[in-house]
Every structure is written in C-alpha cells, then in structure tokens.
Nanobody
Framework: QLQLVESGGGLVQPGGSLRLTCAAS????????VRWFRRAPGKEQQGVACINRSGGHTTYGESVNGRFTISRDNTENTVSLQMNRLNPDDTGVYYC?????????????????WGQGTQVTVSS
C-alpha cells in the first residue's frame, strides 16, 4: 500500500525553525517528484516547495523562498522541509504529495499521492 507520512510539525515561536519529514512506505520515492503544500483556515491551498526526482531541481513559493529548504534522501526514502525564520503566516497543515515520473514544472493537480498532514503553528 502506497503511503506518505508527514512528521515534525508543532508549535514554534515566530523566528523559530522546524524540520518536516515526509516518509514513504510501500513504494520507492526514487521516481517521484515531491511537493509540500499547506492549508490554513480561510486561505487557499498553497504550494510551498517542490523537488524533482534526482533532487537537482527545486522550486519554492514566493512567500517562503529564502527561508525554507526542501531536500531528499532517496536511500532513506524521505523528503524533508527545513523551515527557518517562521512567522504566523506560515501556520497551517503541511502535506507532502508525490507524482510518479513528473517534474516540478508539471501542474500541481498531477501530484496524486498525499499524506495525512502535520500541523505547524507559529505563535508567541
């Protein structure tokens, strides 16, 4: 059974950092590009970051560029999102999603396999 599981969320003060991890089970992430999305109440879903299959190409949403870093470890079958200089606007549920044989240039709706999400709350 293909499964993605996010972890690492929590409560952090403004200016703090968190590292999210997306772990795959039941399949290898080698042939999948992976995106992180976030959803917050009253806001549209936002694509946060994306990494292609090799890890050689990454993209970031404008609001997180320079603060967040996406990376992958295909030997561990994981994709991580390092989030620095967090602010309250970063609050939301963060999801990872994978797309087989797609790239980060492909439409977001092609990322078919989703995890259950992890809550990130930035508050003092």
């Amino acid at each position: 059974q293909l499964q993605l599981v996010e972890s690492g969320g929590g409560l952090v003060q403004p200016g703090g950092s968190l590292r999210l991890t997306c772990a795959a089970s039941g399949f290898s992430l080698d042939n999948y590009s992976v995106r992180w999305f976030r959803r917050a109440p009253g806001k549209e879903q936002q694509g946060v970051a994306c990494i292609n299959r090799s890890g050689g190409h990454t993209t970031y949403g404008e609001s997180v560029n320079g603060r967040f870093t996406i990376s992958r470890d295909n030997t561990e079958n994981t994709v991580s999102l390092q989030m620095n200089r967090l602010n309250p606007d970063d609050t939301g549920v963060y999801y990872c999603a994978a797309a087989l044989l797609k790239s980060c240039r492909d439409p977001e709706n092609l990322f078919q396999y989703w995890g259950q999400g992890t809550q990130v709350t930035v508050s003092s």
